[in-house]
């Protein structure tokens, strides 16, 4: 390890992990760690990290980990000059813990000017044919569990006794989502439900605004993945009892299973192989977003706009504070156009990327206010195991910079999308195939739009195209599921850096998610990940820390080999092509084959 690398490691580590007796700024010291435990193996190797002489040796299942220790000691971008900075920024009375986090972080102190200038377009056409709203299909994915190992009261008894003979088999597990709902669930928990109530009612007031035709239904594709093999059938009777329960008016929904791609690959043959909502997160999207090439061949559809299921859209309220409903800001004529960008190229704008409100914002200021209200917040403590992976500081510090944004015509094109707030027309889906890469779990939705970037498809921010994320809905999930998302997080830190580099896009997404391709991604993903391993253990939580661990062997080190080993970039590229072979087959599919494949997709 480099001279200059080993003191800016030292000196970042003391001040993370609390050698030598100062505040930990990760939240817990060293000399928390349990006797006999994981933790007392990582703080041993903290402190060789700290004295200058990291020792691989000291950590858990260090063989395992040595190709991973190693390629992390290895870096050596760190100059002098950031040891000088590091020393000098640690030693002052100002922040310790914002020092640290610059450091590791870089893209947070990118000039704001900078970012936002980079965002700009010129000389933006509109498209000679906007696009209408009875053009445009929704999109939204649900993700089921099994609930108890029987069938709750109150299910009908065909569906419980089909339910009960499926548990009884031991169903195999097969994905690990953030927040799969169990299924049966119902009511306000079951976020397909109320997404869709809402949904309905929002149609019916475009519809009264004259937006919408009033003879047509909002065509609503709703893909599900399970976390059991074979579950899906059991949601599909499900979801259809539901949906002809709540007599949906104004939209028409079609469910997108397992089942259904199986039956589309008897129609289309091989290429649709690629087509599958099962899978890891980018699965799922794929399909959804390439399913629009079949509703073309049947209906005409030009373009589809993706939202979560924990997101309303809220037409009423649009069209009090803008004068336009919410289809209307969505279906406006840039959407299709094209522009130059701030590097000079030209750029077709297939992508229209809208923006969250917080619906606790909502309900402390009101809707005016609200969406003049950044969903993602800077924290003023940056202290915390992420401290030297500082993600909620970067896309902080890009969704501040929206607010920059006040119409649409100040034509500005960010990175920062998120995967219920933006869509794509066919065009781009021709022009770019952008992937849902099959090994990508979170963050799928930024990992499809960056692999576009490179193929001239970019988006256009409409700053009124605002969506309500109803927030209190995910943090219910999200404290369920920690370690899985750290995990998950670590994961998408390597693949990422690899895919993004290789595409060659990661200057064209400063601050977010450029951060997640640094230079020292590698090094950053190494000590985040051995830190939470340490602190689970050092707070007496032995069998969680054994998780993070055995969860990391299984996930990080493989993927570690398979991007050394170039296995990465050459999925990548075969799922590519596998995706162009799709569209062929789309395009030469038969009308009436289109129909009757989407007919049978209808709920309700």
């Not at 202290?383 to 501040?400: D, E, S, V």
Request: net charge negative; with cysteine.
């Amino acid at each position: 390890m480099k001279n200059t690398t080993a003191k800016f490691l030292s000196e970042s580590i003391k001040h993370y992990t609390g050698i030598g007796g100062i505040d930990a700024l990760g939240g817990t010291p060293v000399s928390s760690a349990q006797k006999g435990s994981l933790s007392a193996d990582i703080a041993a190797f903290f402190e060789s990290v700290a004295a200058g002489q990291p020792d691989i040796s000291l950590l858990p299942e260090s063989g395992a980990l040595s190709n991973f220790a190693e390629t992390a000691l290895s870096y050596d971008g760190f100059t002098d000059a950031d040891v000088v900075d590091s020393l000098k920024k640690l030693s002052s009375p100002l922040d310790r813990a914002r020092a640290v986090s610059e450091l590791w972080s870089p893209e947070l102190l990118i000039d704001d000017d900078e970012i936002f200038n980079s965002w700009k377009l010129r000389k933006v056409a509109e498209n000679p044919l906007p696009y209408k709203p009875e053009e445009i299909i929704i999109q939204l994915n649900a993700l089921y569990s099994p609930a108890d190992r029987t069938a709750p009261d109150g299910i009908d008894a065909e569906t419980a006794a089909a339910y009960n003979e499926y548990m009884s088999t031991n169903p195999k597990k097969i994905a690990v989502y953030d927040h799969p709902v169990p299924v049966f669930t119902r009511g306000t928990d079951h976020e397909l439900e109320k997404c869709l109530a809402e949904m309905d009612e929002d149609i019916a007031y475009e519809k009264q605004s004259g937006v919408f035709p009033s003879g047509k239904k909002l065509r609503v594709l709703v893909s599900i993945s399970t976390t059991h093999q074979g579950l899906d059938e059991i949601c599909e009777n499900w979801l259809g009892s539901i949906v002809k329960e709540m007599k949906l008016n104004n939209i028409t929904c079609y469910l997108l299973s397992e089942n259904k791609t199986a039956d589309l690959q008897k129609i289309l043959g091989p290429a649709a192989s690629i087509f599958t909502v099962q899978g890891k997160y980018a699965c799922h999207f794929g399909a959804l977003k390439y399913a629009q090439l079949i509703f073309e061949r049947a209906y005409g559809t030009r373009a589809g706009f993706k939202l979560d299921t924990d997101e309303g859209i809220h037409s009423a309220d649009m069209k009090e504070v803008s004068g336009k409903t919410w289809l209307q800001q969505l279906c406006h004529p840039y959407w299709g156009g094209t522009a130059i960008n701030s590097n000079g190229e030209s750029v077709s704008l297939g992508f229209n990327i809208g923006e969250y409100v917080d619906s606790r914002d909502l309900e402390s200021f009101g809707y005016k206010k609200a969406i003049r209200t950044p969903e993602v917040k800077p924290k003023e403590d940056v202290r915390g195991p992420y401290l030297i992976f500082n993600k909620g500081g970067c896309q902080a510090k890009g969704t501040m910079l929206l607010n920059r944004t006040k119409t649409l015509e100040d034509f500005i094109s960010h990175p920062l999308v998120k995967g219920g707030g933006y869509g794509i027309d066919n065009d781009g889906l021709r022009k770019a195939v952008p992937v849902g890469f099959s090994m990508v779990g979170r963050a799928e939705d930024q990992q499809f739009y960056f692999s576009a970037i490179n193929q001239g498809v970019q988006g256009i921010f409409n700053p009124m195209n605002r969506i309500i994320h109803y927030k209190e809905d995910v943090a219910k999930s999200e404290k369920q599921h920690v370690a899985g998302r750290n995990v998950a997080d670590i994961y998408r830190m390597l693949l990422f850096r690899e895919l993004m580099c290789y595409l060659n896009v990661v200057d064209n997404t400063k601050p977010f998610p450029a951060n997640y391709a640094s230079e020292h991604g590698i090094t950053q993903a190494f000590f985040l990940w051995l830190y939470l391993i340490f602190t689970e253990s050092a707070s007496g939580n032995e069998e969680e820390a054994e998780h993070y661990l055995a969860e990391g062997l299984s996930e990080l080190l493989p993927l570690l080999d398979e991007i050394e080993s170039g296995k990465v970039i050459r999925r990548f590229e075969s799922e590519r092509e596998a995706w162009k072979d799709f569209i062929s087959a789309v395009d030469a599919m038969s009308v009436a084959d289109a129909e009757s494949w989407l007919e049978s997709l209808i709920i309700g």
